[in-house]
Nanobody
C-alpha cells in the first residue's frame, strides 16, 4: 500500500519561509517522479513543482525563483523549500508520486497524501 506523509506546513508572515517534506512508502516503480500541488478554497488545483528521476524539475510560474523542490532517493522523500512566501501561496499543499504522470498538470493523478496546510498572512 502506497503511503505519503506530508509535514512542515504552518502559518507564517509574508516574506517568511517554510520547508515541506513528503515521505513515501510502499511505492514500487521503475520511475519515481514526485511533486507538489496545492488547492485553496474556491480555487482550481495548481501544480507547484515536480522532480523526476533524472533530477529535472519544473515549477509553476507563480513560484519560480521562490520555491525549490528536491528529493532524497535513499529516503524516498521529497522536499519543497518555500521562500519569500506571499498571501496568495495560502493553500493546502499535497504531495504526489507517480511513475506515469510527471508534469505539473498531471502529477496530482499519482498517489497522493493527506496534505499540509500553509497559511501566509500579510
Amino acid at each position: 500500500q502506497v503511503q505519503l506523509v506530508e509535514s512542515g506546513g504552518g502559518s507564517v508572515q509574508a516574506g517568511g519561509s517554510l520547508r515541506l517534506s513528503c515521505a513515501a512508502s510502499g511505492y514500487n516503480s521503475n520511475r519515481y517522479c514526485m511533486g507538489w500541488f496545492r488547492q485553496a478554497p474556491g480555487q482550481e488545483r495548481e501544480g507547484v513543482a515536480r522532480i523526476d528521476d533524472d533530477g529535472s524539475t519544473s515549477y509553476a510560474d507563480s513560484v519560480k525563483g521562490r520555491f525549490t523542490i528536491s528529493k532524497d532517493n535513499a529516503k524516498n522523500t521529497a522536499y519543497l523549500q518555500m521562500n519569500s512566501l506571499k498571501p496568495e501561496d495560502t493553500a493546502m499543499y499535497y504531495c504526489a508520486v507517480s511513475g506515469t504522470f510527471c508534469s505539473l498538470g498531471t502529477i496530482y493523478l499519482g498517489y497522493g497524501g493527506q496534505g499540509t496546510q500553509v497559511t501566509v498572512s500579510s
